[in-house]
């Protein structure tokens, strides 16, 4: 026979729950009239679209560093 606990759910603010909807992904910062996507993400800015692609490009960099390891 097995018992689970169950975990009393703790209050979750809004901003927690659906925080890519009230700001940008990368600076956290607020949208202004024109809201920027890349793979799915909403940005602010060009600045951070430029942000997001070098950060993906890194991670993909050493993904593959690691792969041919």
């Not at 940008?24 to 809201?35: D, Q």
């Not at 920027?36 to 560093?65: G, M, N, P, Q």
Request: glycine share 8%; proline share 1%.
């Amino acid at each position: 026979m097995c018992v689970t606990s169950v975990l009393p759910e703790r209050g979750r603010s809004e901003s927690e729950c659906c925080s890519s909807v009230n700001g940008c992904a990368v600076c956290g910062g607020r949208f202004g009239l024109i809201r920027y996507y890349s793979w799915r993400t909403a940005l602010c800015s060009k600045k951070c679209v430029d942000r997001f692609r070098t950060r993906r490009e890194r991670d993909h960099r050493w993904l593959f560093r690691v792969q041919a390891a």
